[in-house]
Protein backbone atom coordinates (compact mmCIF):
# COMPACT_ATOMS: atom_id res chain seq x y z
CA UNK A 1 0.00 0.00 0.00
CA UNK A 2 1.24 3.54 -0.95
CA UNK A 3 2.10 6.15 2.09
CA UNK A 4 -1.04 7.63 3.44
CA UNK A 5 -1.73 10.33 5.90
CA UNK A 6 -2.06 9.13 9.56
CA UNK A 7 0.96 5.93 8.74
CA UNK A 8 3.30 5.94 11.18
CA UNK A 9 6.69 4.70 10.11
CA UNK A 10 9.01 2.31 12.47
CA UNK A 11 6.60 3.86 15.09
CA UNK A 12 8.36 6.90 15.05
CA UNK A 13 7.53 9.14 12.36
CA UNK A 14 3.74 9.99 11.78
CA UNK A 15 2.93 11.39 8.17
CA UNK A 16 1.25 14.19 7.49
CA UNK A 17 1.17 15.44 4.50
CA UNK A 18 2.33 14.90 1.04
CA UNK A 19 4.54 17.43 -0.55
CA UNK A 20 5.73 16.40 -3.91
CA UNK A 21 5.78 13.42 -5.83
CA UNK A 22 8.82 11.98 -8.17
CA UNK A 23 10.15 9.42 -10.33
CA UNK A 24 11.93 7.68 -6.93
CA UNK A 25 9.07 7.60 -4.67
CA UNK A 26 7.07 10.22 -2.54
CA UNK A 27 7.82 13.24 0.07
CA UNK A 28 6.29 13.95 3.51
CA UNK A 29 5.64 16.20 5.56
CA UNK A 30 6.11 14.18 9.50
CA UNK A 31 6.11 14.73 12.77
CA UNK A 32 9.28 13.02 14.85
CA UNK A 33 7.06 11.83 17.68
CA UNK A 34 10.33 11.04 19.44
CA UNK A 35 11.80 14.62 19.54
CA UNK A 36 8.56 16.55 18.91
CA UNK A 37 10.01 18.03 15.27
CA UNK A 38 8.89 18.35 11.99
CA UNK A 39 10.83 16.75 9.26
CA UNK A 40 10.46 15.88 5.46
CA UNK A 41 10.66 11.91 4.47
CA UNK A 42 11.47 10.75 1.55
CA UNK A 43 9.62 7.46 1.03
CA UNK A 44 11.11 4.90 -1.81
CA UNK A 45 8.81 3.36 -4.34
CA UNK A 46 8.63 -0.61 -4.22
CA UNK A 47 10.63 -1.02 -7.04
CA UNK A 48 13.52 0.53 -5.18
CA UNK A 49 12.79 -0.47 -2.13
CA UNK A 50 12.21 -4.24 -3.07
CA UNK A 51 15.77 -4.32 -4.70
CA UNK A 52 18.27 -5.46 -2.38
CA UNK A 53 21.71 -4.13 -4.30
CA UNK A 54 19.90 -1.07 -4.66
CA UNK A 55 18.65 -0.61 -0.92
CA UNK A 56 22.51 -1.12 0.18
CA UNK A 57 23.82 1.14 -1.80
CA UNK A 58 21.20 3.73 -0.87
CA UNK A 59 22.08 2.80 3.11
CA UNK A 60 25.72 3.16 2.38
CA UNK A 61 25.02 7.09 0.81
CA UNK A 62 22.19 7.88 3.52
CA UNK A 63 25.68 7.65 5.78
CA UNK A 64 28.24 9.39 3.69
CA UNK A 65 25.30 12.57 3.45
CA UNK A 66 24.80 12.76 7.00
CA UNK A 67 28.35 13.54 7.98
CA UNK A 68 27.96 16.47 5.79
CA UNK A 69 27.51 19.73 7.59
CA UNK A 70 26.54 22.90 5.74
CA UNK A 71 24.21 25.19 5.61
CA UNK A 72 23.37 24.89 1.78
CA UNK A 73 22.85 21.15 2.53
CA UNK A 74 19.59 19.96 3.61
CA UNK A 75 20.78 17.80 6.86
CA UNK A 76 20.00 13.95 6.85
CA UNK A 77 18.66 12.71 10.17
CA UNK A 78 18.12 9.13 9.65
CA UNK A 79 17.12 6.14 7.84
CA UNK A 80 14.91 3.32 8.03
CA UNK A 81 13.22 0.28 6.70
CA UNK A 82 9.72 -1.05 7.88
CA UNK A 83 6.70 -3.06 6.64
CA UNK A 84 3.76 -0.96 5.44
CA UNK A 85 0.52 -3.08 6.18
CA UNK A 86 2.80 -6.10 5.92
CA UNK A 87 3.19 -5.70 2.13
CA UNK A 88 6.72 -5.78 2.20
CA UNK A 89 9.59 -3.74 3.16
CA UNK A 90 9.70 0.06 2.23
CA UNK A 91 12.68 2.47 2.47
CA UNK A 92 12.49 5.61 3.57
CA UNK A 93 15.10 8.88 4.28
CA UNK A 94 14.17 10.90 6.97
CA UNK A 95 15.65 14.63 6.33
CA UNK A 96 15.50 18.42 7.42
CA UNK A 97 12.30 20.21 6.61
CA UNK A 98 13.57 23.22 4.60
CA UNK A 99 10.82 26.25 4.77
CA UNK A 100 11.74 27.20 1.23
CA UNK A 101 10.49 26.78 -2.42
CA UNK A 102 12.16 25.32 -5.38
CA UNK A 103 13.80 26.72 -7.98
CA UNK A 104 11.87 25.22 -10.51
CA UNK A 105 8.84 26.82 -8.41
CA UNK A 106 10.28 30.22 -8.43
CA UNK A 107 11.09 29.78 -12.24
CA UNK A 108 7.82 28.84 -13.21
CA UNK A 109 6.18 32.21 -11.28
CA UNK A 110 8.41 34.49 -12.32
CA UNK A 111 9.98 33.28 -15.83
CA UNK A 112 13.60 34.16 -14.80
CA UNK A 113 15.56 35.37 -12.00
CA UNK A 114 17.45 38.70 -11.58
CA UNK A 115 21.09 39.05 -11.94
CA UNK A 116 22.01 39.25 -8.74
CA UNK A 117 19.77 36.80 -7.24
CA UNK A 118 21.06 34.33 -10.15
CA UNK A 119 24.36 34.38 -9.09
CA UNK A 120 23.94 34.91 -5.87
CA UNK A 121 21.70 31.35 -5.98
CA UNK A 122 24.92 29.94 -8.49
CA UNK A 123 27.70 30.62 -5.94
CA UNK A 124 25.67 29.04 -2.82
CA UNK A 125 25.03 26.24 -4.79
CA UNK A 126 28.98 25.83 -5.31
CA UNK A 127 29.80 26.20 -2.19
CA UNK A 128 27.27 23.48 -1.29
CA UNK A 129 28.61 21.27 -3.65
CA UNK A 130 31.87 21.41 -2.80
CA UNK A 131 31.66 20.18 0.22
CA UNK A 132 30.04 17.17 -1.11
CA UNK A 133 32.97 16.78 -3.76
CA UNK A 134 35.92 17.33 -1.05
CA UNK A 135 34.17 14.14 0.86
CA UNK A 136 33.99 11.87 -2.65
CA UNK A 137 30.47 12.40 -2.99
CA UNK A 138 28.92 13.01 -6.55
CA UNK A 139 25.33 14.80 -6.05
CA UNK A 140 24.52 13.49 -10.05
CA UNK A 141 21.20 15.08 -10.28
CA UNK A 142 21.25 18.63 -9.70
CA UNK A 143 18.37 20.40 -11.05
CA UNK A 144 15.90 23.16 -10.07
CA UNK A 145 13.78 20.68 -8.35
CA UNK A 146 16.85 19.70 -5.61
CA UNK A 147 17.29 23.45 -4.97
CA UNK A 148 15.01 25.20 -2.09
CA UNK A 149 15.49 28.92 -2.00
CA UNK A 150 14.12 29.85 1.44
CA UNK A 151 12.55 33.27 2.56
CA UNK A 152 15.89 35.02 3.18
CA UNK A 153 17.63 33.42 -0.11
CA UNK A 154 19.37 30.60 1.73
CA UNK A 155 20.01 28.18 -0.99
CA UNK A 156 19.19 24.41 0.36
CA UNK A 157 20.44 21.44 -2.14
CA UNK A 158 18.58 18.14 -1.26
CA UNK A 159 18.72 14.47 -2.83
CA UNK A 160 22.41 14.27 -2.06
CA UNK A 161 23.52 10.46 -2.37
CA UNK A 162 20.08 9.05 -3.63
CA UNK A 163 21.29 9.82 -7.80
CA UNK A 164 24.23 7.48 -7.05
CA UNK A 165 22.15 4.45 -6.42
CA UNK A 166 19.68 5.13 -9.11
CA UNK A 167 22.96 5.46 -11.54
CA UNK A 168 23.70 2.35 -10.87
CA UNK A 169 19.82 0.61 -10.41
CA UNK A 170 19.32 -1.73 -13.70
CA UNK A 171 18.00 0.34 -16.34
CA UNK A 172 14.95 -1.95 -16.97
CA UNK A 173 13.46 -0.66 -13.72
CA UNK A 174 13.44 2.92 -14.73
CA UNK A 175 13.86 5.44 -17.53
CA UNK A 176 15.87 7.44 -14.87
CA UNK A 177 18.93 5.74 -13.74
CA UNK A 178 20.85 8.49 -15.93
CA UNK A 179 19.41 11.33 -14.18
CA UNK A 180 17.21 14.45 -15.02
CA UNK A 181 17.92 14.47 -19.27
CA UNK A 182 17.12 18.41 -19.26
CA UNK A 183 20.31 18.85 -17.08
CA UNK A 184 22.37 15.90 -17.36
CA UNK A 185 26.26 16.19 -18.68
CA UNK A 186 27.66 14.84 -21.59
CA UNK A 187 29.49 11.95 -20.39
CA UNK A 188 26.85 10.90 -18.21
CA UNK A 189 24.43 10.53 -20.96
CA UNK A 190 26.72 8.54 -22.87
CA UNK A 191 27.42 5.83 -20.01
CA UNK A 192 31.03 7.19 -18.43
CA UNK A 193 31.25 7.93 -14.74
CA UNK A 194 30.27 11.28 -13.03
CA UNK A 195 31.93 13.28 -11.16
CA UNK A 196 32.39 16.78 -9.93
CA UNK A 197 32.62 18.56 -13.35
CA UNK A 198 29.47 16.63 -14.53
CA UNK A 199 27.62 18.31 -11.24
CA UNK A 200 29.31 21.71 -12.12
CA UNK A 201 27.56 20.99 -15.90
CA UNK A 202 24.46 20.74 -14.64
CA UNK A 203 24.59 23.75 -12.03
CA UNK A 204 25.75 25.51 -15.62
CA UNK A 205 22.44 23.98 -16.90
CA UNK A 206 20.49 25.35 -13.92
CA UNK A 207 22.35 28.60 -14.38
CA UNK A 208 21.88 29.31 -18.16
CA UNK A 209 17.73 28.43 -17.02
CA UNK A 210 17.84 31.32 -14.87
CA UNK A 211 19.38 33.70 -16.42
CA UNK A 212 17.32 33.24 -19.89
CA UNK A 213 14.50 31.54 -18.67
CA UNK A 214 14.63 29.06 -20.69
CA UNK A 215 16.64 25.82 -21.27
CA UNK A 216 19.17 25.28 -23.83
CA UNK A 217 17.93 21.88 -24.79
CA UNK A 218 14.57 20.92 -25.35
CA UNK A 219 12.83 17.94 -26.89
CA UNK A 220 10.12 15.60 -27.55
CA UNK A 221 11.85 13.18 -25.04
CA UNK A 222 14.50 12.28 -22.62
CA UNK A 223 16.58 10.33 -25.38
CA UNK A 224 16.10 13.42 -27.81
CA UNK A 225 17.48 15.59 -25.39
CA UNK A 226 20.34 14.33 -23.75
CA UNK A 227 21.98 13.66 -27.24
CA UNK A 228 21.50 17.38 -27.64
CA UNK A 229 23.69 17.84 -24.37
CA UNK A 230 26.03 15.23 -26.41
CA UNK A 231 26.65 16.79 -29.71
CA UNK A 232 24.74 20.52 -30.09
CA UNK A 233 26.42 23.52 -28.42
CA UNK A 234 23.89 25.92 -26.45
CA UNK A 235 22.28 28.96 -28.37
CA UNK A 236 23.72 32.05 -27.24
CA UNK A 237 22.49 33.72 -24.00
CA UNK A 238 20.64 36.99 -24.56
CA UNK A 239 22.58 39.81 -25.75
CA UNK A 240 21.65 41.76 -23.01
CA UNK A 241 23.66 40.19 -20.41
CA UNK A 242 27.19 41.26 -19.56
CA UNK A 243 30.42 38.95 -21.36
CA UNK A 244 31.17 38.29 -18.22
CA UNK A 245 27.94 36.16 -17.49
CA UNK A 246 27.77 34.90 -20.70
CA UNK A 247 31.23 34.00 -20.79
CA UNK A 248 31.02 31.83 -17.24
CA UNK A 249 28.09 29.89 -18.40
CA UNK A 250 29.79 29.12 -21.04
CA UNK A 251 32.84 27.71 -19.64
CA UNK A 252 30.55 25.85 -17.46
CA UNK A 253 28.98 23.78 -20.69
CA UNK A 254 31.75 22.65 -22.42
CA UNK A 255 31.36 19.08 -23.96
CA UNK A 256 34.92 17.87 -22.26
CA UNK A 257 35.16 17.97 -18.43
CA UNK A 258 38.66 18.21 -18.16
CA UNK A 259 38.14 21.84 -19.68
CA UNK A 260 35.33 22.73 -16.71
CA UNK A 261 35.76 23.38 -13.12
CA UNK A 262 36.75 20.91 -11.82
CA UNK A 263 34.23 21.21 -8.71
CA UNK A 264 31.84 23.01 -7.10
CA UNK A 265 34.02 25.58 -5.05
CA UNK A 266 36.23 26.55 -8.43
CA UNK A 267 32.69 27.10 -10.17
CA UNK A 268 31.64 29.34 -6.93
CA UNK A 269 35.10 31.19 -7.28
CA UNK A 270 34.35 31.96 -10.81
CA UNK A 271 30.88 33.16 -9.82
CA UNK A 272 32.27 35.44 -7.40
CA UNK A 273 34.25 37.37 -9.69
CA UNK A 274 31.53 38.08 -12.21
CA UNK A 275 29.65 39.12 -9.51
CA UNK A 276 32.20 42.04 -8.52
CA UNK A 277 32.69 43.13 -12.67
CA UNK A 278 35.96 40.83 -13.28
CA UNK A 279 36.30 37.94 -15.88
CA UNK A 280 35.76 34.45 -14.76
CA UNK A 281 38.84 32.21 -14.14
CA UNK A 282 39.87 29.69 -17.02
CA UNK A 283 39.47 26.42 -15.19
CA UNK A 284 42.11 24.86 -14.03
CA UNK A 285 44.54 28.17 -14.56
CA UNK A 286 45.84 29.90 -11.82
CA UNK A 287 44.86 33.93 -11.49
CA UNK A 288 47.60 36.01 -12.96
CA UNK A 289 49.18 38.56 -10.57
CA UNK A 290 49.95 42.07 -11.05
CA UNK A 291 48.46 42.35 -14.24
CA UNK A 292 44.90 43.42 -15.03
CA UNK A 293 42.54 42.10 -17.52
CA UNK A 294 41.05 44.58 -20.04
CA UNK A 295 37.02 43.97 -20.50
CA UNK A 296 35.17 45.03 -22.94
CA UNK A 297 33.06 48.12 -22.82
CA UNK A 298 29.33 47.70 -22.31
CA UNK A 299 26.83 48.33 -23.79
CA UNK A 300 23.89 50.66 -22.25
CA UNK A 301 21.70 47.30 -21.60
CA UNK A 302 24.76 45.28 -20.45
CA UNK A 303 25.41 47.99 -18.52
CA UNK A 304 21.96 47.99 -16.58
CA UNK A 305 22.34 44.55 -16.17
CA UNK A 306 25.68 44.99 -14.07
CA UNK A 307 24.01 47.54 -12.26
CA UNK A 308 20.90 45.04 -11.22
CA UNK A 309 24.12 42.16 -10.15
CA UNK A 310 25.92 45.02 -8.12
CA UNK A 311 23.65 47.06 -6.65
CA UNK A 312 25.37 49.62 -8.09
CA UNK A 313 24.85 52.50 -10.63
CA UNK A 314 26.93 51.54 -13.90
CA UNK A 315 30.12 53.28 -14.35
CA UNK A 316 30.38 55.35 -17.47
CA UNK A 317 33.99 54.89 -19.67
CA UNK A 318 34.46 58.73 -18.71
CA UNK A 319 34.69 57.67 -14.93
CA UNK A 320 36.60 54.95 -15.52
CA UNK A 321 40.83 55.08 -14.47
CA UNK A 322 43.69 52.72 -16.17
CA UNK A 323 44.91 50.64 -13.77
CA UNK A 324 48.37 50.07 -15.40
CA UNK A 325 52.45 49.37 -14.41
CA UNK A 326 53.81 51.33 -11.53
CA UNK A 327 55.56 54.31 -12.20
CA UNK A 328 58.98 54.50 -10.33
CA UNK A 329 61.00 58.22 -10.09
CA UNK A 330 63.96 58.20 -12.38
CA UNK A 331 67.16 57.04 -11.20
CA UNK A 332 69.58 60.38 -9.56
CA UNK A 333 71.53 61.71 -12.22
CA UNK A 334 75.60 60.93 -11.54
CA UNK A 335 77.77 64.13 -11.30
CA UNK A 336 81.38 64.07 -12.13
CA UNK A 337 84.15 66.45 -10.90
CA UNK A 338 86.01 69.40 -13.20
CA UNK A 339 89.03 67.12 -13.70
CA UNK A 340 86.73 63.53 -14.83
CA UNK A 341 84.96 65.92 -16.57
CA UNK A 342 88.62 66.90 -18.66
CA UNK A 343 89.72 63.34 -19.01
CA UNK A 344 86.55 62.42 -20.51
CA UNK A 345 86.49 65.43 -22.96
CA UNK A 346 89.92 63.88 -24.57
CA UNK A 347 89.14 60.50 -24.62
CA UNK A 348 86.05 61.30 -26.67
CA UNK A 349 88.07 63.44 -29.01
CA UNK A 350 91.05 60.99 -29.64
CA UNK A 351 88.46 58.23 -30.09
CA UNK A 352 86.73 60.07 -33.01
CA UNK A 353 89.86 61.31 -34.60
CA UNK A 354 90.82 56.84 -34.67
CA UNK A 355 87.48 56.76 -36.35
CA UNK A 356 88.17 59.21 -38.61
CA UNK A 357 92.05 57.65 -39.93
CA UNK A 358 90.25 54.23 -40.09
CA UNK A 359 87.33 55.22 -42.49
CA UNK A 360 90.21 56.69 -44.82
CA UNK A 361 92.52 53.91 -45.04
CA UNK A 362 89.82 52.27 -45.64
CA UNK A 363 88.63 54.19 -48.86
CA UNK A 364 92.31 54.65 -49.88
CA UNK A 365 92.63 51.06 -50.33
CA UNK A 366 89.69 50.35 -51.73
CA UNK A 367 89.99 53.18 -54.62
CA UNK A 368 93.39 51.34 -55.54
CA UNK A 369 91.28 47.64 -55.89
CA UNK A 370 89.25 49.90 -58.07
CA UNK A 371 91.72 51.04 -60.46
CA UNK A 372 93.38 47.36 -61.02
CA UNK A 373 90.36 45.53 -62.53
CA UNK A 374 89.50 44.88 -66.04
CA UNK A 375 85.98 46.57 -67.08
CA UNK A 376 82.66 44.35 -66.28
CA UNK A 377 80.80 42.27 -68.75
CA UNK A 378 77.30 42.32 -69.34
CA UNK A 379 75.30 39.17 -69.61
CA UNK A 380 71.88 38.86 -69.55
CA UNK A 381 70.58 36.10 -67.39
CA UNK A 382 66.61 34.92 -68.17
CA UNK A 383 65.15 33.28 -64.72
CA UNK A 384 62.22 30.73 -65.38
CA UNK A 385 59.52 30.74 -62.28
CA UNK A 386 56.90 28.64 -61.86
CA UNK A 387 53.76 30.01 -62.43
CA UNK A 388 51.38 30.49 -59.15
CA UNK A 389 49.02 27.25 -58.57
CA UNK A 390 45.62 28.88 -58.02
CA UNK A 391 43.47 26.64 -55.45
CA UNK A 392 41.41 25.33 -58.54
CA UNK A 393 44.87 23.74 -59.71
CA UNK A 394 45.69 22.18 -56.29
CA UNK A 395 45.66 18.63 -56.10
CA UNK A 396 42.50 16.92 -55.30
CA UNK A 397 43.45 15.00 -51.89
CA UNK A 398 44.53 18.13 -50.48
CA UNK A 399 41.60 18.90 -47.18
CA UNK A 400 39.29 21.51 -47.36
CA UNK A 401 40.69 23.45 -43.80
CA UNK A 402 37.48 26.07 -44.12
CA UNK A 403 34.90 23.31 -43.99
CA UNK A 404 33.89 21.59 -40.71
CA UNK A 405 32.90 17.98 -40.26
CA UNK A 406 32.36 15.31 -37.86
CA UNK A 407 35.43 12.56 -37.30
CA UNK A 408 34.56 8.95 -36.21
CA UNK A 409 37.30 7.26 -34.49
CA UNK A 410 37.60 3.88 -32.75
CA UNK A 411 33.83 2.56 -34.05
CA UNK A 412 32.25 4.97 -31.81
CA UNK A 413 29.34 6.02 -33.98
CA UNK A 414 28.03 8.98 -31.82
CA UNK A 415 28.71 11.59 -33.54
CA UNK A 416 30.57 13.43 -30.48
CA UNK A 417 32.74 16.18 -31.56
CA UNK A 418 36.25 16.16 -29.67
CA UNK A 419 37.11 19.13 -28.05
CA UNK A 420 40.38 18.99 -29.20
CA UNK A 421 39.58 18.33 -32.55
CA UNK A 422 37.16 21.65 -32.43
CA UNK A 423 40.22 23.31 -31.18
CA UNK A 424 42.56 22.33 -33.91
CA UNK A 425 39.38 22.92 -36.89
CA UNK A 426 39.34 26.74 -35.00
CA UNK A 427 43.68 27.12 -35.74
CA UNK A 428 43.27 25.64 -39.32
CA UNK A 429 40.49 27.88 -40.24
CA UNK A 430 42.73 30.76 -40.01
CA UNK A 431 44.81 29.31 -42.79
CA UNK A 432 44.69 30.01 -46.58
CA UNK A 433 41.89 27.94 -48.13
CA UNK A 434 43.12 25.47 -51.00
CA UNK A 435 40.53 23.15 -53.34
CA UNK A 436 36.98 22.51 -51.99
CA UNK A 437 37.02 19.36 -50.86
CA UNK A 438 35.50 17.37 -48.05
CA UNK A 439 36.50 14.90 -45.03
CA UNK A 440 34.74 11.98 -44.51
CA UNK A 441 34.77 9.03 -42.21
CA UNK A 442 36.40 5.60 -43.24
CA UNK A 443 33.81 2.98 -43.17
Known sequence: ??????????????????????????VWEA?????????????????????????????????????LNHPGIASVYDYGETDMDGEGRTAYL?????????????????????????????EQTGRALQVAHTAGLVHRDV?????????????????????????????????MVMGTAQYIAPEQALGHDATAASDVYALGVVGYESVSGKRPFTGDGALTVAMKHI????????ADLPPNVRELIEITLVKNPGMRYRSGGPFADAVAAVRSGRRPPRPNQAPSIGRATPAAVPSAAQARAAADL????????????????????????????SGQRALL?????????????????????????????????????ITETTPYQSPAAMPEWMPDWTSSAVIGHGGDTSGAVRPDAVAASAHLRALPAPAQTWLRTQT
Not at 37 to 51: M, P
Open 1 to 26: MSPRVGVTLSGRYRLQRLIATGGMGQ
Open 31 to 67: VDSRLGRRVAIKVLKAEYSTDPEFVERFRAEARTVAM
Open 345 to 381: WAAGVLGALAIVIAILIVLNAQDRKDRQLPPPTVTNT
Open 310 to 337: TGRAPVTAARARPTGAIHRPPPPRRTFS
Open 94 to 122: VMELVNGEPLNSVLKRTGRLSLRHALDML
Open 231 to 238: KETPPPLP
Open 143 to 175: KPGNILITPTGQVKLTDFGIAKAVDAAPVTQTG
